[in-house]
């Protein structure tokens, strides 16, 4: 990445860049066509126990692994997971190569590309407009998102084919923060998820929010 201004955002620990994206383009082209989304709701996550800002509710908390490498850095790159057997998750890198963090895009508008981001729908399944990129696993799907994409670099702040590359990830920030609210994480369990970490910021009054769940402990068969 070679934009100064965004890469200097993108150093900066999540807690502080996530509020920051919200109301962002991002954007993804693939050999389909380009889906952008415009940032609506995103979770912050830190790093290490141990480190300057410990996040037990993070991938990274017992520290670096060939699944969350993507997520130590550098800035600038995306750090794309599956979970649950069935979703992709996607986060944006945040702070210095070798320190840990990102933020977590969990919903958005789309705002170009949507018939493609419709046709990506599960055959037979409905949804709205304004469910297309509701939720991570459905933003990852509108956007043509999946574990191959795990440690691409974002363009320079223009869409892909412009002054950036013909297919690949492309963010801009909005020009003046979006009005937000702030709360406890969506489904982390234990203290990452307690309000001693509201690191979930939405749009108030924004149709493409997903609800806020608590997580439900798993049972042991």
């Given at each position: 990445?070679?934009?100064?201004?965004?890469?200097?955002?993108?150093?900066?620990?999540?807690?502080?860049?996530?509020?920051?994206?919200?109301?962002?383009?991002?954007?993804?082209?693939?050999?389909?066509?380009?889906?952008?989304?415009?940032?609506?709701?995103?979770?912050?996550?830190?790093?290490?126990?141990?480190?300057?800002?410990?996040?037990?509710?993070?991938?990274?908390?017992?520290?670096?692994?060939?699944?969350?490498?993507?997520?130590?850095?550098?800035?600038?790159?995306?750090?794309?997971?599956?979970?649950?057997?069935?979703?992709?998750?996607?986060?944006?890198?945040?702070?210095?190569?070798?320190?840990?963090g990102g933020c977590l895009v969990r919903a958005g508008e789309v705002v170009e590309g949507l018939e493609l981001a419709r046709g990506r729908r599960?055959?037979?399944?409905?949804?709205?407009?304004?469910?297309?990129?509701?939720?991570?696993?459905?933003?990852?799907?509108?956007?043509?998102?999946?574990?191959?994409?795990?440690?691409?670099?974002?363009?320079?702040?223009?869409?892909?084919?412009?002054?950036?590359?013909a297919h690949g990830f492309f963010l801009r920030p909005p020009t003046r923060p979006a009005e937000s609210v702030s709360g406890p994480r969506t489904?982390?369990?234990?203290?990452?998820?307690?309000?001693?970490?509201?690191?979930?910021?939405?749009?108030?009054?924004?149709?493409?929010?997903?609800?806020?769940?608590?997580?439900?402990?798993?049972?042991?068969?």
């Amino acid at each position: 990445m070679e934009h100064p201004e965004l890469l200097a955002l993108l150093s900066r620990p999540a807690p502080e860049v996530a509020p920051r994206l919200l109301g962002a383009l991002f954007g993804h082209r693939t050999a389909d066509g380009l889906v952008t989304v415009r940032i609506t709701e995103i979770e912050a996550y830190g790093g290490p126990a141990g480190s300057d800002l410990p996040d037990p509710g993070a991938h990274t908390y017992r520290g670096p692994t060939r699944r969350n490498a993507s997520m130590f850095g550098p800035p600038g790159h995306v750090y794309v997971y599956f979970t649950y057997g069935m979703h992709h998750a996607v986060n944006l890198v945040c702070r210095p190569r070798g320190v840990a963090g990102g933020c977590l895009v969990r919903a958005g508008e789309v705002v170009e590309g949507l018939e493609l981001a419709r046709g990506r729908r599960a055959r037979g399944s409905r949804a709205v407009d304004d469910a297309l990129a509701r939720g991570p696993g459905n933003l990852a799907k509108a956007l043509g998102i999946d574990l191959a994409h795990d440690g691409a670099p974002l363009a320079t702040g223009d869409r892909p084919g412009a002054h950036g590359p013909a297919h690949g990830f492309f963010l801009r920030p909005p020009t003046r923060p979006a009005e937000s609210v702030s709360g406890p994480r969506t489904g982390v369990s234990g203290p990452g998820g307690t309000p001693e970490y509201p690191w979930r910021w939405w749009i108030p009054g924004e149709p493409t929010v997903s609800p806020y769940r608590r997580a439900v402990p798993r049972r042991r068969p």
